[in-house]
């Protein structure tokens, strides 16, 4: 699957992104020089695209052609525009549910929580342009095909969709432990959106701050977190229970 999205060669890769496709990765050679490449370099950092540099032999793994020190993984789905998206769903007529990962690392996590986000009704889930786990064969794979269900967008920064999606009148919940409120005392009945936290640090204190309300799942045993896809399943849940 992810052999399939993967593109190479200086040109090849930046007439990929001056078509405007989707550039989930790119990898570079460290060391590589030239015009082609300063041109690529700076259509990168223009454009907020991933970049890794590499030693020649991660891009010998990765691709047994000639890849002049460029190999870019290209996203399997074309992501949505937030504004078009949250217009379509108010003026649909149905309550907003939407869900913002503050970067979510691990792809089979991603993968997880898109498919119970297709299970649950979910408006759209949004996504930070940097940080964030890939849109890869692995998630394509653990999300059984609600990839390509559930519209996704990429912003420049979680901040940004959070004041878009308030000014539509949309209510910011905040997954985080750090509330003495637990999901049974919000209610998630009005249009809102669900924001979940990044495996190892959880949600960014300045996006927190920004939240209208937070959350937390009660938790009785000793271990005293859970796997965020496990987390944002009982969230999702919660919503719909109060929905129906």
Do not use: W
């Not at 052999?3 to 890769?13: C, D, M, N, S």
């Not at 420049?156 to 999901?183: C, Y």
């Not at 979940?196 to 000793?222: C, H, T, W």
């Amino acid at each position: 699957m992810e052999q399939e999205t993967r593109i190479y060669g200086l040109r090849a890769v930046l007439e990929a992104i001056n078509a405007n496709k989707t550039i989930d990765k790119v990898f570079i050679q460290k060391g590589l020089r030239g015009d082609t490449f300063k041109e690529l370099e700076s259509l990168l950092r223009k454009e907020g695209i991933n970049v890794s540099y590499v030693p020649v032999e991660k891009l010998n793994r990765l691709t047994q052609n000639n890849h002049q020190g460029v190999v870019a993984n290209m996203s399997p789905i074309e992501f949505h525009d937030l504004d078009n998206l949250v217009l379509q769903v108010i003026e649909s007529g149905k309550t907003p549910l939407f869900l913002l990962l503050d970067q979510i690392s691990d792809v089979r996590n991603f993968g997880a929580i898109i498919r119970t986000a297709e299970c649950t009704g979910v408006d759209g889930i949004i996504i930070q342009k940097k940080g964030g786990a890939p849109v890869s064969g692995d998630t394509i794979k653990t999300s059984a095909g609600a990839v390509f269900k559930v519209p996704i967008c990429k912003v420049d920064h979680i901040k940004d969709a959070l004041f878009h999606l308030q000014a539509s009148g949309i209510k910011v919940i905040a997954a985080t432990e750090k509330t003495n409120n637990t999901i049974y005392d919000i209610s998630f009945k009005e249009p809102c959106a669900i924001v979940m936290g990044s495996e190892g640090r959880g949600i960014n204190p300045s996006v927190i701050k920004l939240a209208d309300d937070k959350a937390k799942l009660p938790i009785l045993g000793e271990i005293e977190s859970l796997n965020v896809s496990v987390a944002c399943g009982a969230f999702l849940y919660e919503v719909v229970r109060q929905r129906l």
